[in-house]
């Protein structure tokens, strides 16, 4: 029997995937551009009396409108966050037609992998490695995404065209490199052959305080076609479905559009404050998270303004960051030596809920079981995380991330287990 796909859950889930081509498909070449800059123009603005100015760099008109608000409302937010200047930004807005900056990257790692770079220039892959894998991170996509519901696999590389980022370093220097051939990709590899570490060392935007890839306005929209077509190839729909989640996203595209913006701003703060706060990647990443949350469409009547609602969500984040560092996670060190004993009374059911409607006694969110000379720390749903002793009324997984400790009363009574990870932290009573 074929499975069903709900109609408003597959419209919404282009909230997050919203229809991006594959970042292998051949990309035009750019016409013969100008020198890099010629199209970059400064938008001054005030934020709490304050004169800001941010470069925007644009081909036409629109672009330039469209970046230029863009960019001022992303700005306002990092300053009004950080409390002081935004410093000197250039926003790139990408051309329809024009390959991704990660296109690039992709041809250099690929020729450094097969020997084709001058080894000098080809040392430098891993900083490219690196960028990628941060990247991934921040859309928590290190791993492939599969939605079990529509048999769709999401991947890094399918958002990739839309992905807005900062450049920086050599991902910057080879998105220059690109420009200055044109985008054209017989040029590019020509001109990445020879490449030497001198020809590294120029960047024509070490000016900027931070640089940021703002792809074309509707870069997205071509994915709802691509993955709508998909789907209904896996599912074998029938003309009545197809009409129906046509319909269904058309009423929903607002609401796309509008979830593609937020994360865009996300990233342009994330981009922000990596260069000019003092704050660590994590505090950041959180404050992004917050951020980008109170942008996305949810459906709702909100009091305040979009803005008021923003800035209250990064400043509640920056009270739980604030929280966190009087206590950070600690990953202690697995005891060499131990007596097995002496942890057998934690033992047990923790997290007991109640019985379920037809009176069957419904399983605890974790329980500790005794596996040779290890626990293993179970889970209602999901594969158990195996636990070593690392201190008196402690345990921590084999890769260091999870700690469980283990809570007692004033008579020795064991109340509870405590399960820690970086930035997350709970309590399971003792089942009794």
Request: proline letters at 6%.
């Amino acid at each position: 029997m074929t499975r069903s796909v709900p109609i408003i859950r597959f419209a919404v889930g282009l909230l997050l995937v919203g229809g991006f081509a594959r970042a292998d498909a051949p990309a035009a070449a750019g016409k013969g551009s100008t020198a890099f800059g010629a199209d970059v123009q400064f938008a001054p603005f005030v934020v709490n009396g304050e004169k800001l100015s941010i470069a925007i760099h644009a081909r036409t008109k629109s672009d330039r409108s469209y970046a230029t608000e863009f960019a001022e409302k992303g700005v306002r937010i990092a300053y009004e966050t950080m409390a002081k200047s935004t410093g000197a930004g250039l926003v790139i807005i990408g051309h329809e037609g024009e390959p991704h900056p990660v296109v690039v990257i992709r041809k250099f790692l690929a020729m450094a992998a097969a020997g084709e770079l001058d080894p000098a220039v080809a040392a430098r892959a891993g900083e490219l490695d690196a960028k990628l894998a941060d990247w991934k991170a921040i859309m928590r996509m290190d791993q492939v995404v599969e939605d079990e519901e529509n048999g769709l696999k999401i991947t890094f590389d399918m958002i990739v065209p839309a992905l807005p980022l900062p450049l920086e370093g050599l991902a910057s220097k080879l998105y220059q490199l690109s420009w200055a051939e044109g985008f054209d990709a017989t040029r590019v590899e020509r001109k990445l052959r020879a490449l030497t570490p001198a020809d590294l060392e120029s960047d024509l935007l070490a000016k900027y305080d931070w640089v940021f890839y703002l792809p074309p306005r509707d870069a997205y929209v071509g994915v709802q076609n691509t993955l709508m077509k998909e789907v209904m190839e896996k599912e074998k729909m029938g003309v009545f479905k197809r009409a129906a989640i046509r319909s269904a996203l058309v009423v929903f595209k607002p609401a796309v559009k509008k979830a593609v913006e937020a994360f865009r701003q996300g990233m342009l703060l994330l981009t922000v404050l990596r260069a000019r706060s003092d704050w660590n990647r994590e505090d950041i990443r959180l404050l992004t998270e917050a951020y980008t949350n109170a942008l996305m469409p949810d459906f709702k009547f909100n009091d305040g303004s979009e803005h008021e609602r923003a800035l209250a969500a990064i400043e509640k984040q920056k009270v739980k960051n604030a929280e966190y560092a009087k206590d950070p996670f600690v990953s202690p060190p697995r005891l060499a030596e131990f007596a097995a004993a002496a942890y057998a009374a934690f033992e047990g059911d923790y997290g007991p809920l109640p019985p379920r409607k037809d009176g069957k006694p419904e399983k605890p969110r974790r329980a500790l079981v005794r596996q040779d000379d290890a626990w293993l720390w179970q889970y209602r749903h999901g594969k158990p995380q195996t636990l070593y002793p690392a201190g008196e009324r402690l345990l921590v997984s084999a890769d260091g991330k999870l700690t469980v400790e283990f809570k007692v009363d004033e008579k020795g009574v064991i109340t509870a287990a405590e399960e820690r990870r970086e930035r997350q932290r709970e309590t399971f009573p003792r089942k009794l």
